[in-house]
């Protein structure tokens, strides 16, 4: 019998979704910019900045993980996360856009510690809002369906920030006025973090942890004797590529390639068509077929639409077609890979004898957030290398520098994801049979 998740819950979810990615997006699309063109930071500074927040997310993601596997409160274990992280979301964003004043130096030490502190408070919130998806109900179909829901939730929250942003900045004083970029972070974060927080109001678990929490030292072994896992990893590292760089250069690409910011929004709602439509179609496909085979046949799909407009030139009308058939497929890798994510936590539960959604979730966002950061590496690297300069004349340097990294870095990411999903070896069969002996296993703890 279906263990069925209201659709107010699902609405929820998905809602909370929406509301975090508008202001991981904003952040993602701008904080460079911000940086280097309002608070004249040095582009190598930004790079120094990012890389090291990106090292302490390695620590931070896996201690939240652990921590909230080892939470057991009478709200649950992921929901107190949920209560608290918005609020401290909400601060942290406003902050990293605002400009402070004082010393060159003293500039680069406040925005390397509010964008610290930013990193740290999303993942406060990030890991359980994902991890809680495991736990909503033990019908695999229906945690498939709340992780497409929460995906598509994020997808448009991703789309709100670039359609809308652009307008919303020139309301506050347009995108060469820091102020404006601190208001329009206020009404992003505000909108975003009241929708986050009705998950922790609102969003059940129905998988209840063990009666004691788990070790340390023991919990760590979620990862590292979970070869599937190890092999998925890799891959998402690499394949959350391609959508980060194209976030982190969008804004340069539009002004500098095609003329004109306001190309932002049609790049965001290339976004929107070809992400829902992939990550909508998903669940259909992973009943039929092995998802290793569909995230494999995406990543094929993928660079070849990603690598076509750089090749075949032409202008924006080119451009924004090809670029919303890459973002369909990557619609599938994104529901794919989160759905396998769940099946290597039945794995590990089957041979180690407990569940680690939490750690398992936040090496998924530690993944992302890493992905990110390099691609802000990667931005901040090539304008050095592009001899960039705030408000320069385009050159063929430039465009072919951002064009290649809007493009080319993108389908060179899709093919080498491919790579370890081929040492990825739970097949359909086996995960149900796995799930099969967690459910007699724990009819039998009853």
Not at 134 to 152: F, H, P, Q, W, Y
Not at 353 to 365: H, I, K, P, Q, W
Not at 421 to 446: C, V
């Amino acid at each position: 019998m279906r263990q069925k998740i209201a659709a107010g819950e699902k609405l929820v979810y998905t809602g909370s979704l929406l509301g975090q990615n508008m202001i991981y997006s904003f952040v993602t699309m701008y904080i460079m910019f911000f940086f280097t063109d309002l608070l004249r930071i040095p582009s190598q500074s930004v790079t120094v900045i990012m890389v090291a927040a990106s090292l302490w997310d390695a620590v931070n993601d896996i201690l939240m993980g652990m921590i909230a596997d080892r939470t057991k409160t009478r709200w649950g274990k992921f929901r107190p996360y949920l209560l608290a992280g918005p609020a401290v979301i909400l601060l942290t964003t406003i902050f990293c856009f605002t400009q402070f004043g004082g010393s060159p130096a003293g500039t680069v030490a406040v925005a390397a510690v509010c964008y610290v502190c930013w990193g740290m408070s999303y993942t406060v919130y990030d890991i359980p809002i994902w991890a809680i998806s495991s736990v909503c109900s033990r019908d695999a179909d229906e945690k498939n369906g709340m992780v497409t829901l929460g995906k598509i939730g994020g997808t448009l929250g991703t789309v709100v920030v670039s359609v809308g942003s652009v307008s919303l900045l020139g309301l506050f004083g347009g995108e060469r006025s820091a102020g404006a970029y601190t208001a329009a972070a206020a009404v992003v974060a505000g909108a975003g973090a009241l929708l986050m927080l009705l998950s922790g109001f609102f969003v059940k678990e129905r998988i209840q942890p063990a009666a004691t929490g788990v070790p340390f030292k023991k919990n760590i072994h979620t990862i590292l004797d979970n070869a599937p896992l190890k092999a998925l990893m890799v891959a998402l590292l690499i394949v959350n590529m391609v959508n980060n760089l194209r976030q982190v250069a969008q804004m340069h690409f539009a002004v500098y390639v095609w003329g004109d910011s306001g190309y932002v929004t049609w790049i965001g709602l290339s976004l929107v068509l070809g992400m829902v439509f992939g990550m909508a179609v998903s669940p259909a496909l992973i009943r039929r077929f092995d998802k290793k085979h569909i995230f494999l046949a995406a990543c094929a799909g993928g660079a070849v639409s990603s690598a076509l407009p750089f090749v075949l030139g032409g202008g924006p009308a080119v451009g924004l077609v090809l670029l919303g058939v890459s973002f369909f497929f990557t619609g599938l890798t994104t529901i794919c890979s989160t759905s396998m994510l769940m099946d290597t936590i039945d794995y590990a539960e089957q041979k180690l004898g407990f569940r680690g959604e939490g750690v398992v979730f936040s090496m998924n966002t530690f993944l992302n957030k890493l992905s990110s950061t390099l691609a802000k590496g990667l931005l901040g690297v090539s304008l050095t290398a592009m001899h960039y300069v705030d408000n320069m004349a385009p050159n063929a340097t430039l465009t072919t520098g951002l064009s290649a990294l809007v493009y080319l870095a993108p389908a060179a990411c899709f093919v080498l994801a491919a790579v370890p999903l081929l040492f990825y070896r739970l097949r359909p069969a086996q995960i149900e049979s796995i799930r099969q002996d967690l459910e007699t296993r724990r009819s039998a703890e009853k």
